[in-house]
């Protein structure tokens, strides 16, 4: 299958669909992994786990989509917002809001009603749902969720689902973006908004290291940055740009992926093993925020090179041709479609997968097979029903902003 070619010829970026589509697959199987005790398993399992315990870095690769994304129209209209920073906020609001507030509604009656049911029949409903009845109801945590800035807290992280502390922190970044980062780049270019979010990025992440603030993750708006430089040198029309487009991105991105390999297991292997199986069984965790901005960083670089190479190529020939096919599928853009559903609501499955299946499935392995096969399915069923309720009626309102995007006449 290849690149869909509108009326006017010009390619349309359909495959970003299918990359979306495989984060959020990955985020799904992540979490599950997390939850069968990957350490307890058998050793072709724990082999299997590897690839799956390092699925959190598919949270960088949704940011750069989204820096990606929003800076397409920004740079074709001149750096300027289509309907100002009013009618961005609006469309962003009408686009994440209102199936974000649904699923954390949905959380909250999930976790009064799996205790009330668990009480009912003599069951203990868990330490996960003690968890969330002891801080998620408390006000401080609702208020938090409700102006998204629920990420500045661990209590309020943890106080419900977790999940919903990158909803908060990509918010947070759409505002930093029409407010500050759009003036930065028309008054300096690409190079002071880039400046700028790195410095925000350290600032915070220092902080954070010290103990002096709290939030998830200050190195997430560097992200938003290397997605916002992707989509300058694909769809720019300055002299650098034009260069920057010739450049051999295939062999670009062939390079940067084995240094992220690299990097990822010289990283992982920096921690020592008690460590991991003390605290937990990924690295990623128990390092200091002043490394673990790595993993992010090398996982956004190799996804942003991807991107340009994706982008610059009409997948008619080649590798890229077969790229394109995998990720225009049409299973992969079916997906993409409610792949936000998806990472909204999987945690409610996780938590009642897990107290259905440990008791039932005294079998590492077997409970493993279950865990993945029908947490994912049971995963795929709920977020399509969310969807179709909470998300697709507020779609059209903002297709045009990240939806099958079409390169600009002159960027070829």
Do not use: K
């Not at 609006?90 to 976790?111: N, W």
């Not at 003036?183 to 700028?196: D, S, T, V």
């Not at 290291?209 to 939030?215: A, D, F, G, L, P």
């Amino acid at each position: 299958m290849t690149t869909e070619q509108p009326s006017d010829g010009r390619p349309r970026l359909d495959f970003l669909h299918g990359v979306r589509a495989l984060a959020a697959l990955t985020i799904v199987l992540f979490h599950l992994t997390l939850n069968t005790g990957p350490d307890s398993a058998g050793p072709i399992i724990r082999m299997l786990n590897v690839p799956l315990l390092h699925g959190y870095l598919a949270v960088a690769v949704f940011l750069v989509l989204s820096g990606f994304l929003l800076a397409m129209p920004v740079v074709t209209n001149g750096l300027a917002l289509r309907g100002g920073v009013g009618g961005f906020l609006r469309r962003r609001a009408l686009r994440i809001l209102p199936p974000y507030y649904a699923a954390y509604l949905l959380d909250m009656l999930f976790f009064a009603s799996a205790s009330r049911l668990a009480t009912l029949v003599g069951r203990d409903p868990g330490g996960t749902v003690h968890h969330q009845l002891a801080i998620g109801y408390r006000w401080p945590s609702v208020v938090a969720h409700a102006f998204l800035v629920h990420n500045l807290s661990h209590d309020w992280v943890a106080g419900m689902d977790a999940i919903l502390w990158s909803i908060a922190c990509e918010w947070q970044i759409y505002l930093v973006f029409a407010i500050v980062l759009v003036p930065l780049w028309r008054r300096f270019g690409l190079g002071g908004l880039l400046a700028a979010c790195v410095c925000v990025a350290a600032i915070l992440t220092e902080a954070l290291t010290r103990r002096w603030c709290v939030y998830f993750l200050p190195w997430m708006i560097a992200i938003f940055g290397v997605g916002v430089a992707g989509a300058t040198v694909v769809f720019g029309s300055t002299p650098r740009a034009r260069a920057m487009r010739r450049w051999p991105w295939g062999v670009i991105s062939f390079l940067l992926a084995v240094v992220f390999c690299l990097g990822v297991w010289r990283l992982d292997a920096s921690v020592p093993p008690e460590t991991i199986s003390g605290r937990s069984p990924v690295p990623y965790y128990v390092m200091s925020p002043r490394i673990r901005w790595l993993y992010d960083m090398l996982a956004a670089l190799a996804a942003v090179s991807f991107i340009i190479w994706l982008a610059r190529h009409d997948g008619q020939r080649g590798v890229a041709m077969r790229f394109h096919g995998m990720l225009n599928s049409r299973w992969l853009q079916s997906l993409s479609r409610f792949s936000y559903s998806l990472y909204l609501t999987h945690g409610i499955v996780l938590v009642l997968m897990v107290r259905a299946t440990r008791s039932l499935f005294p079998v590492r392995g077997l409970h493993w097979a279950v865990m993945m096969s029908g947490g994912m399915l049971l995963s795929l069923l709920t977020a399509y029903c969310f969807h179709r309720c909470f998300e697709r009626p507020f779609m059209n309102a903002t297709a045009s902003t990240d939806v099958g995007y079409r390169l600009p006449p002159g960027s070829a």
